[in-house]
């Protein structure tokens, strides 16, 4: 298994702003999945991404896989506040094993 | 349909205890996932269960163990508690296990407090 390293750690921005974080990983992956998390509470699926996709879209979330460079973005426009929560990705190699990093929490002002 | 329903939401125990958690599935999904999640090592796997039996473990010692129910249901037992077991469980459940890349569908979590 891999883990994804989320950055930045942390990403404050004003609401109608764009947010954008960046997941890295080491080896080669099948999918990748972001996730986001509201404090201290379950994760919420968001997308897949299959390692032959390189962008996709959902509503106002866009997501790109590099598999070059080996990471992914996750940008999510015209942010609310109630976007304001961690956001997770979850690389998936050979075992399909999805392996979390510690994600950037994203705090958005009204 | 219901979501994933993890019990009980909020446990305290104190070391050397044991602890039970449980978690009950989406309706018709075959595979359970356990995940803890520390605000020092993040969000670790556990291990998975699909039909009953366990598929993948992560680097947990043998205090951390798991088992699955015909109906899909699954416990997850940490027995000799330990303070750095505190934790936020998660439980996540997919129709296929994830071996099919098959989206996990999470539940609130069990936050475990060890005194």
């Known amino acids: 298994s891999q883990q994804g390293e989320e950055d930045p750690q942390a990403l404050s921005i004003q609401e109608g702003e764009n947010a954008t974080m960046n997941c890295s990983y080491k080896?080669?992956?099948?999918?990748l999945q972001w996730y986001r998390q509201n404090s201290g509470r379950g994760l919420v699926h968001l997308i897949l991404?299959?390692?032959?996709?390189r962008e996709k879209h959902s509503g106002r979330l866009r997501v790109t896989l590099d598999t070059s460079k080996k990471s992914s973005s996750l940008l999510i426009t015209a942010s609310r506040a109630a976007d304001t929560a961690s956001y997770f990705c979850?690389?998936?190699?050979?075992?399909?094993?999805?392996?979390f990093g510690r994600g950037t929490s994203l705090i958005v002002h009204p | 349909k219901a979501g994933v329903t993890q019990t009980p939401r909020y446990l305290i125990k104190t070391r050397g205890q044991q602890v039970t958690l449980s978690c009950s599935p989406i309706?018709?999904?075959?595979?359970v996932s356990w995940y803890q999640q520390t605000p020092g090592q993040g969000l670790q796997f556990l291990f998975e269960?699909?039909?009953?039996?366990?598929?993948n473990k992560g680097n947990f010692p043998g205090r951390f163990s798991g088992r699955q129910f015909s109906n899909s249901r699954s416990e997850m037992n940490v027995s000799t508690l330990e303070l750095g077991d505190s934790a936020l469980y998660l439980c996540?459940?997919?129709?296929?296990?994830?071996?099919?890349?098959?989206?996990?569908?999470f539940g609130p979590g069990t936050r475990l407090t060890v005194l």
């Open positions: 996540a459940s997919s129709l296929f296990p994830t071996i099919g890349t098959d989206t996990q569908y």
């Open positions: 080896t080669s992956i099948n999918n």
């Open positions: 991404i299959r390692s032959n996709e």
């Open positions: 979850a690389p998936s190699g050979g075992s399909y094993i999805p392996t």
């Open positions: 309706s018709g999904h075959r595979s």
């Open positions: 269960y699909f039909s009953e039996t366990q598929r």
